[in-house]
């Protein structure tokens, strides 16, 4: 088979697409006006920003586009979610937050951030497939919650977190509930009218639109504290002049995305399960990280015994695949996943995983391609690897790659 180029790792980022890339051009070229000023060319500018802001109102549901307040990204959005709705709970006396163990780094690090504040965290661990239910919300709710946090999807496992249940749940209980929807918007139904979320984190870059744009959906009757002080833009919410291109690039890739979701999503599933499948048959001792049901229609984590997830990175980098060990976040350090190491993983598990994240650009010529190299690479890895022979003699199993 030929040497290609497969991008799998679209939980990392997305290419930008077409409609979004001419979308945007115009705002980084003659329509180069700041949309606070009075004139035509700043009011066109505010206009494009404001039909942005419409269209990712009317994608996800909510009622109107003044919810929607744009950011730099997912990690602002969840900065200001999980920051602010706990300085708002701080004001009526209630500094308890509810988070889960799985989170992004932007969640868990805000929180971290608001212990050495004073408030108490409380960290719910997720099972063994990476779930959070909505009674273990239920029964961590106490007096003095102020906010609780829960993803809707993992982006390292692909789990998917019932947070229609758990928005019921913290709205009977009068708590405010955010959940950091950066791996689920664009990828799959999401109707604020109908579910009882508060505020909701959102990143373009996940769904097709430039790096450096995201939003966060927060109710109407939230007044949220603001995070950048210094200017009217976003309700003098978040100061600085917008991020204009972006923003009307992330308005037409939601539009674009929400326009065939069940179609894409299913032929994304049917990738997944093959690869998924063709990955455990053909490589002896390796084994999937989190469940099959509630799980992304693109995400696929494996871990393999006696592999160090790096090396097989770098291999794969030189077959021409492009995957992730962990989360491209923590890549570079050492420590392994602590999402793979909260859903049970032992450190040689979850250092030898590899994350595979299908997208609307990938073929079958992709996962035939995957299963022609994959294999190979972690036998030969393997025959390397002194922890696989370590493995081999003190369990006694039969090492196939000599
Ligand atoms: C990518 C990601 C983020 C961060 O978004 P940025 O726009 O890169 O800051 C936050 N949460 C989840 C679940 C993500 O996948």
């Not at 088979?1 to 070229?29: G, H, I, Q």
Request: hydrophobic share 40%; glycine share 10%.
């Amino acid at each position: 088979m030929e040497k290609r180029f497969v991008y799998a790792d679209n939980a990392a980022t997305t290419n930008v697409s077409e409609t979004a890339f001419n979308a945007m051009l115009p705002f980084l070229k003659e329509q180069y006006g700041n949309p606070s000023s009075i004139y035509s060319l700043g009011m066109d500018a505010a206009k494009a920003v404001l039909n942005a802001r419409r269209q990712v109102a009317e994608v996800l549901g909510a009622a109107r586009p003044s919810e929607i307040f744009f950011t730099s990204g997912g990690s602002e959005a969840d900065n200001m979610a999980v920051i602010g709705g706990a300085e708002l709970g701080a004001k009526s006396g209630n500094r308890h937050i509810i988070t889960s163990n799985i989170e992004h780094h932007a969640v868990l690090h805000s929180c971290e951030y608001l212990e050495g504040k004073g408030f108490e965290v409380t960290y719910l661990p997720a099972d063994e497939n990476g779930l959070i239910s909505a009674e273990q919300v239920s029964n961590a709710i106490r007096e003095d919650t102020a906010l609780v946090t829960i993803m809707a999807v993992n982006n390292e496992i692909g789990s998917i977190q019932p947070i229609s249940e758990i928005g019921s749940i913290c709205r009977e209980r009068g708590v405010l509930f955010h959940t950091d929807a950066v791996q689920a918007v664009g990828h799959m139904e999401i109707d604020l009218q109908k579910s009882c979320i508060d505020m909701l984190s959102l990143s373009g870059h996940k769904f097709h639109s430039p790096k450096g744009v995201g939003a966060l959906y927060v109710r109407s009757w939230i007044d949220l504290p603001s995070l950048i002080h210094g200017g009217a833009q976003e309700r003098g919410k978040r100061a600085g002049t917008e991020n204009v291109a972006g923003i009307v690039a992330m308005g037409a890739a939601i539009t674009e995305a929400a326009a065939d979701i069940s179609a894409r999503s299913e032929r994304l599933a049917k990738m997944r399960d093959r690869l998924t499948d063709g990955i455990l048959a053909s490589i002896p001792h390796s084994r999937l990280n989190g469940g099959i049901k509630c799980r992304a229609a693109g995400n696929v984590n494996v871990s393999f015994r006696g592999i160090e997830g790096e090396s097989l990175l770098l291999a794969l980098d030189i077959a021409g695949i492009a995957a992730s060990s962990g989360s491209a976040c923590t890549s570079g350090s050492i420590d392994p996943s602590h999402v793979l190491t909260a859903i049970g993983l032992p450190e040689e598990l979850a250092k030898g995983s590899l994350r595979l994240t299908l997208g609307d650009n990938n073929t079958d010529d992709d996962i035939d391609y995957i299963l022609k190299v994959l294999p190979d690479t972690v036998k030969k890895l393997r025959r390397m690897s002194p922890m696989w022979q370590r493995i081999c003699r003190e369990e006694g199993i039969d090492d196939y790659t000599i």
